[in-house]
């Protein structure tokens, strides 16, 4: 059975910094795409970020690029966000989700399971 | 950025009835279209892939179709657990995903 536990999530201060952490489990982490994908309170989904499986490549939507960066440890099947420079907009719940694919871009590729979020809230 | 606008954002159905959720894209994307549900405090989970596939383990009620830039979401038969905020998301432009607004699914 697939299992994503993230972690991290807390109340931090405009201009601050947080790392998420996603234990995974229940499957071969290394050979499939992971993602952030996060969820303002009472607003829709968001993607934040995506790691490659078997390989280094990182993508970020311009809301985030150069403030978050995404990283994977495939020796301890864990997915992490670290979040630096946060602003109020980046208050939400932080879903940790596997795709479908070892590959992010490819058209094909969809969501297949998420962990049950983690709350960051950016306030002074 | 693709942009995906579904309607409507909110309905009221009973028990037993059969809907329709529409999600349209700013540009064609084939099929490359995913469905996904979200029950109240949980985490979204995906229903329906490349706009017509019935991913593993989801009730056969729900079903998808469309192609280019017009997609629809039906579920026949509605249980008491359908009741959920469903959305779409495109594949077409990865790594540049987007999703729908969502479509409220309450119960009349």
């Known amino acids: 059975e697939v299992q994503l536990l993230e972690s991290g999530g807390n109340l931090v201060q405009p201009g601050g910094s947080l790392r998420l952490s996603c234990a995974a489990s229940?499957?071969?982490?290394?050979?499939?795409?992971m993602a952030w994908v996060r969820q303002a309170p009472g607003k829709g989904l968001e993607w934040v970020s995506a790691?490659?499986?078997?390989?280094?490549?990182?993508y970020y939507p311009d809301s985030v690029k150069g403030r978050f960066t995404i990283s994977r440890d495939n020796s301890k099947n864990t997915l992490y966000l670290q979040m630096d420079n946060v602003r109020a907009d980046d208050t939400a719940v932080y879903y940790c989700?596997?795709?479908?694919?070892?590959?992010?871009?490819?058209?094909?590729?969809?969501?297949?399971?998420w962990g049950q979020g983690t709350l960051v809230t950016v306030s002074s | 950025d693709i942009q995906m606008t579904q309607s409507p954002s909110s309905l009221s159905a009973s028990m037993g009835d059969r809907v329709t959720i529409t999600c349209r894209a700013s540009?064609?994307?084939?099929?490359?279209l995913n469905w996904y549900q979200q029950r109240p405090g949980k985490a979204p989970k995906v229903l329906i892939y490349?706009?017509?596939n019935l991913q593993s383990g989801v009730p056969s009620r729900f079903s998808g179709s469309g192609s280019g830039t017009e997609f629809t979401l039906t579920i026949t038969s509605l249980q008491p657990e359908d009741f959920a905020t469903y959305y779409c998301?495109?594949?077409?432009?990865?790594?540049?995903?987007?999703f729908g607004q969502g479509t409220r699914l309450d119960i009349k």
């Open positions: 989700v596997k795709l479908s694919h070892v590959v992010v871009v490819t058209s094909t590729v969809y969501f297949d399971y």
């Open positions: 229940g499957f071969t982490f290394r050979d499939y795409a």
């Open positions: 790691f490659s499986g078997g390989g280094e490549n990182t």
């Open positions: 540009q064609s994307i084939a099929t490359y």
């Open positions: 490349a706009a017509s």
């Open positions: 998301q495109q594949s077409y432009s990865t790594p540049s995903i987007t």
